[in-house]
């Protein structure tokens, strides 16, 4: 069973996101955006949008979660113009959630963990690899922004 403290992705909302983001040379660059979770009936979603450094355009993107048939995993999908197809699990273990994912055909893999810091924050860690090497990985802090949709 899913530990009842656990706010994101549970719980239908607005999350802020700020930190930072390293490329694959290492170089850091501040990011900041947002992730509204949204729950349906047969599938979930989180939609993201966040502002990266210098990139540009806006990193948008919006991945499908399919709902907790019991247990403390879910499955998730994401396609992406740059990025391909992905696929992944949520896992809960105590106050964290992990996630690991790759592309169908395997030239890109990558993890995040969740730590919930309080019911309103967590820190979410992670990278995402292209073969051995990692394209990108990331720090950000996570806080609820409350029942606000980004659109």
Do not use: N
Not at 21 to 32: K, L, M, T, W, Y
Not at 131 to 151: D, E, H, K, T
Request: charged share 25%; proline share 4%; with cysteine.
């Amino acid at each position: 069973m899913i530990p009842i403290s656990h706010t994101f992705l549970l719980r239908p909302g607005l999350w802020r996101a700020q930190g930072r983001v390293f490329d694959s040379e290492h170089q850091p660059r501040i990011a900041h955006g947002e992730i509204f979770v949204e729950h349906e009936a047969l599938q979930w979603a989180l939609r993201g949008s966040f502002e990266i450094g210098d990139l540009s355009p806006r990193l948008e993107a919006t991945c499908a979660v399919a709902p907790f048939r019991g247990g403390t995993a879910a499955r998730w999908s994401l396609s992406h113009p740059a990025w391909g197809a992905l696929e992944g699990t949520f896992d809960f273990a105590g106050r964290r959630i992990f996630s690991g994912f790759r592309s169908a055909d395997g030239s890109r893999s990558g993890v995040q963990t969740l730590t919930q810091k309080d019911g309103r924050a967590y820190l979410a860690e992670g990278e995402l690899r292209r073969g051995r090497v990692v394209a990108w990985s990331w720090a950000l802090a996570l806080r609820w922004g409350g029942l606000r949709s980004v659109r």
